[in-house]
Protein backbone atom coordinates (compact mmCIF):
# COMPACT_ATOMS: atom_id res chain seq x y z
CA UNK A 1 0.00 0.00 0.00
CA UNK A 2 1.39 3.57 -0.66
CA UNK A 3 1.99 5.91 1.30
CA UNK A 4 0.51 9.71 1.39
CA UNK A 5 1.85 12.54 0.94
CA UNK A 6 3.03 14.89 4.17
CA UNK A 7 1.24 17.89 3.88
CA UNK A 8 3.44 21.27 4.71
CA UNK A 9 1.86 23.21 7.60
CA UNK A 10 1.49 26.92 6.97
CA UNK A 11 4.40 28.75 8.80
CA UNK A 12 3.42 31.35 11.60
CA UNK A 13 2.98 34.79 11.02
CA UNK A 14 3.02 36.63 14.11
CA UNK A 15 0.42 39.49 14.49
CA UNK A 16 1.22 42.66 14.05
CA UNK A 17 2.18 44.81 16.52
CA UNK A 18 0.54 47.59 18.22
CA UNK A 19 2.72 50.33 16.15
CA UNK A 20 2.10 48.38 12.76
CA UNK A 21 -2.05 48.37 13.81
CA UNK A 22 -1.56 52.05 13.98
CA UNK A 23 -0.45 53.21 10.48
CA UNK A 24 -2.82 50.72 9.08
CA UNK A 25 -5.67 53.34 9.74
CA UNK A 26 -9.43 52.70 7.49
CA UNK A 27 -10.56 55.73 5.72
CA UNK A 28 -13.18 57.37 7.01
CA UNK A 29 -15.76 59.68 5.78
CA UNK A 30 -17.33 60.99 8.34
CA UNK A 31 -18.97 63.86 6.18
CA UNK A 32 -20.94 60.86 4.06
CA UNK A 33 -23.82 59.99 6.31
CA UNK A 34 -24.90 63.03 7.83
CA UNK A 35 -25.01 64.67 3.82
CA UNK A 36 -27.00 61.92 3.02
CA UNK A 37 -29.16 61.88 5.50
CA UNK A 38 -29.97 65.78 5.31
CA UNK A 39 -30.66 65.34 1.37
CA UNK A 40 -33.20 62.84 2.25
CA UNK A 41 -34.75 64.67 4.73
CA UNK A 42 -34.42 68.10 2.85
CA UNK A 43 -36.22 66.29 -0.48
CA UNK A 44 -38.74 65.09 1.54
CA UNK A 45 -39.89 67.84 3.59
CA UNK A 46 -39.62 70.00 -0.28
CA UNK A 47 -41.97 67.18 -1.24
CA UNK A 48 -43.80 67.45 1.76
CA UNK A 49 -44.44 71.09 1.72
CA UNK A 50 -45.76 71.33 -2.01
CA UNK A 51 -48.36 68.94 -1.47
CA UNK A 52 -49.31 70.76 2.54
CA UNK A 53 -49.92 74.49 0.68
CA UNK A 54 -51.19 72.90 -2.90
CA UNK A 55 -48.70 74.20 -4.97
CA UNK A 56 -48.36 77.25 -3.71
CA UNK A 57 -44.89 76.68 -1.58
CA UNK A 58 -41.55 76.23 -2.02
CA UNK A 59 -41.55 77.98 -5.03
CA UNK A 60 -44.71 79.02 -7.05
CA UNK A 61 -43.30 79.25 -10.24
CA UNK A 62 -42.27 75.19 -10.70
CA UNK A 63 -45.62 74.12 -10.14
CA UNK A 64 -45.59 70.51 -10.63
CA UNK A 65 -41.57 70.31 -10.86
CA UNK A 66 -41.38 70.71 -6.67
CA UNK A 67 -41.90 67.03 -7.09
CA UNK A 68 -39.20 66.55 -9.60
CA UNK A 69 -36.80 69.33 -7.53
CA UNK A 70 -37.65 66.67 -4.62
CA UNK A 71 -36.77 63.65 -5.84
CA UNK A 72 -33.24 64.96 -7.18
CA UNK A 73 -32.38 65.90 -3.71
CA UNK A 74 -33.74 62.19 -2.54
CA UNK A 75 -31.18 60.88 -6.05
CA UNK A 76 -28.30 63.04 -4.82
CA UNK A 77 -28.63 61.58 -1.48
CA UNK A 78 -28.33 58.03 -2.93
CA UNK A 79 -25.49 59.29 -4.85
CA UNK A 80 -23.53 60.36 -1.71
CA UNK A 81 -24.44 57.31 0.00
CA UNK A 82 -22.33 55.11 -2.95
CA UNK A 83 -18.73 57.07 -1.00
CA UNK A 84 -19.96 55.50 2.40
CA UNK A 85 -17.17 53.12 3.42
Known amino acids: MPKSR ?3 K ?5 PPSSKQ ?3 IKLSSR ?11 L ?4 W ?3 FYVT ?14 VVGFGFIAAGFG ?3 QWK
Do not use: E
Open 47 to 49: IVV
Open 54 to 67: DGSLPIDALGNWNI
Open 80 to 82: VST
Open 30 to 40: GWVAPVMLALF
Open 10 to 14: ADYTP
Open 21 to 23: AAN
Open 42 to 45: IGLA
Open 6 to 8: IRK
